[in-house]
Nanobody, 119 residues
Framework: QVQLQESGPGLVKPSQALSLTCTVSGGSITTNNYVWSWIRQPPGKGLQWIGVITPSGSTYYSPSLKSRTSISRDTSKNQFTLQLTSVTPEDTAVYYC???????????WGQGTQVTVTS
């Protein structure tokens, strides 16, 4: 059973960087045919895809967030990390990490972590 767990600060000040880590158990982030994604849901809005990291370490980002987003990984810890720079209150959201299967299905999700951008 694959499990994902997000961790990171719940409060971030405007203009600072947001950093979240997803720890994966029950499966390796270097396994072929699966990629690992970050998604968020702002209050009162739908899910917004942020980006993915592949088993080889390649990354792909949402065009609307690409200039501020970086996803990296630590294979020794089976973790991948989201960094979002220059945050504003509009970045307030519940942030999720998830596994994406070969059919592009988001088959395993973390429980989500609330991040609030406020001074």
């Amino acid at each position: 059973q694959v499990q994902l767990q997000e961790s990171g600060p719940g409060l971030v000040k405007p203009s600072q960087a947001l950093s979240l880590t997803c720890t994966v158990s029950g499966g390796s982030i270097t396994t072929n045919n699966y990629v690992w994604s970050w998604i968020r849901q702002p209050p009162g809005k739908g899910l917004q895809w942020i980006g993915v990291i592949t088993p080889s370490g390649s990354t792909y980002y949402s065009p609307s967030l690409k200039s501020r987003t970086s996803i990296s990984r630590d294979t020794s810890k089976n973790q991948f990390t989201l960094q979002l720079t220059s945050v504003t209150p509009e970045d307030t959201a519940v942030y999720y990490c998830a596994r994406v299967g070969p059919g592009k299905e988001f088959d395993y999700w973390g429980q989500g972590t609330q991040v609030t951008v406020t001074s």
